[in-house]
């Protein structure tokens, strides 16, 4: 069993920055693969950014070279920095993370939500 809980949400103009934090406990030595998933008020869940076992960081192509996807292994957490925020970037994030089971299949963990509003 793996825990996820995001923090760091909030309310932040257009322009500003905001870094959300995600902290796994539980079998966290089984975890593969980990992201960041958004949803904004009826839209389809959408993949933000993700960290590949090899940390090699996936972004979607509309947050490109302004979120940034970590993660610090001592502390078992994963930190997604989001810089030049934009309206269009209000949803709840969610956190992710794909663990490893060795008696059946892969599954996937989520974190509660946090909310993220980009607004003037």
């Known amino acids: 069993q793996v825990q996820l809980v995001e923090s760091g949400g909030g309310l932040v103009q257009p322009g500003g920055s905001l870094r959300l934090s995600c902290v796994a406990s539980?079998?966290?030595?089984?975890?593969?693969?980990m992201g960041w998933y958004r949803q904004a008020p009826g839209t389809q869940r959408e993949l933000v950014a993700a960290?590949?076992?090899?940390?090699?960081?996936n972004y979607a192509d509309s947050v490109k070279d302004r979120f940034t996807i970590s993660r610090d292994s001592a502390q078992n957490t994963m930190y997604l920095q989001m810089n030049n925020l934009k309206p269009e970037d209000t949803a709840v994030y969610y956190c992710?993370?794909?663990?490893?089971?060795?008696?059946?299949?892969?599954?996937?963990?989520w974190g509660q939500g946090t909310q993220v509003t980009v607004s003037s």
């Open positions: 539980g079998s966290t030595f089984s975890i593969n693969t």
């Open positions: 960290l590949d076992s090899g940390d090699y960081a």
């Open positions: 992710n993370a794909e663990v490893f089971r060795s008696w059946g299949p892969m599954v996937d963990y």
